[in-house]
């Protein structure tokens, strides 16, 4: 059986990509209202808020983003050094992707710190959201020594929706060495950062969602074409020796059809259904597992054509009544071979359990609120209950009729899942089977 991807699932996905390019379209015109407010708000502060905007508006990388503030920043604080943490609420930690100062050697970051959310001081504002000024890191003892001790920290937190993505850190070795002003200006600042920010972490998160579908796709097409063509192989490898084996018993019976007793002759007329109803088996399996992968063209059809031409080919006992009951120019476009096996296999299940001499199988097709309703309906022996709800699972029948390999329902079911519909049955013990198909007229 072929591993698909879930329709389901892949629809969610492009809609939560939809969801996301909308919102950053929204968000984009927010961060230049946000920016005007700002200038608006602190002349003091507008040169390098405006050089931050430049800086970081249009960057698609989180990383050239950390490291366009890493720079920033500083020549503004005039400090010592100056690292951007990003949050990683998984592991429940922050990193640091970003600094400037003895922290950079040729543009690595050296002892890269990894800081708990909730420790020091760093790990306090990521837990809290609140920022620090720190006049004198010696009387707190929440401060982590990097390379060396720096006296004044300045940590404040980059929040989107009231919930923090990022720290930017600042320190400087004298005490006393920020402001309250300065503290506002990087507060004001990173209210534009955390939007931008998010905004490309979510992009890059589309990127790496929509490389991975790929991925997916890629992987799910070359593993079904492997098992179809194993299907192939497994199929012939098998119904090659059970023909030669029905045509050994065939030729030995013709042969000894004068000496052999007739209860050994019954023998061997059930040797041959039984090899019979292995190829057919066989031959039903590989329909199934190829469902999927089949690459007709849709096709506009009659649904009565259709039927007509199905009812020609099948074997209906003489005095089965079979009555038509088709929407009277009822066209579709999809693929035909689809709707031919929903009828074939419909309408042979009805025929499996109906009394030959007294059996009447319905036909009816017509086109409903949007669907296409099919409807199958005998007098036969009828389905139980606890049957009902195993009936379309391979290998699950009815009742014991000999020809039957309990794969003709699954095979409906598959092809109506593919086109997006929904089957089900009515049905008592003694009362006949009402079998029920819906699909959607727009389907694939």
Known sequence: MKTQDNPDDFRKKLEEQAEIIERLEVEKNFFKRELYSIQERDEDSKEVINRIATSILGKTDYLAIAWELAHIIPSYLNCDDCIFYLVDYEDR???????????????????????????????????????????????????????????????????????????????????????????????????????????VLNMQRLREAEVATQKLNTILQTRNEELEQYARIVSHDLKSPLRGLSS?????????????????????????????????????????????????????FSIQSLVDDLLVTMSIPENVKVNTE???????????????QIFQNLISNSLKYIDPDSGEVSIRAK????????????????????????????????????????VGLSIVQKIVQLNEGSIWLESEPGEGAHFFVEIPEGQR
């Open 367 to 406: 086109l409903q609120n949007g669907y296409y309703r099919i409807e199958v309906e005998d007098n036969g022996i009828g389905i139980s209950m606890d049957q009902r709800k195993k009936i379309f699972q391979l290998f699950r029948t009815a009742g014991n009729h000999k020809d039957e390999t309990g």
């Open 93 to 199: 930690e922050l990193s640091q992707i970003a600094a400037y100062g003895e922290k950079v050697y040729n543009g690595e970051i050296l002892n890269h710190l990894t800081i708990p959310i909730g420790k020091g001081i760093v790990g306090t504002v990521a837990e809290t959201g609140i920022p620090e000024l720190i006049h004198d890191t010696s009387k707190d003892d929440r401060y982590i020594t990097d390379l060396e001790r720096n006296f004044s920290e300045i940590t404040v937190p980059v929040l989107y929706d009231n919930k923090v993505i990022g720290i930017l850190d600042c320190e400087a070795h004298p005490k006393n060495f920020f402001t309250t002003k300065q503290l506002n200006t990087l507060m004001s600042i990173s209210h534009l950062i955390g939007l931008q920010l998010h905004n």
């Open 248 to 300: 050994l018993f065939h030729w030995i019976k013709t042969d000894n059809i004068n000496k052999i007793q007739e209860s050994s002759l019954e023998h061997f007329d059930h040797v041959e259904r039984t090899l019979s109803h292995m190829d057919n088996l066989i031959s039903s399996l590989l329909e199934y597992s190829s469902l999927d992968s089949r690459k007709e063209k849709m096709e506009s």
């Open 326 to 340: 088709i929407e009277q120019g009822l066209e579709i476009k999809a693929f035909r071979l689809h709707f031919f």
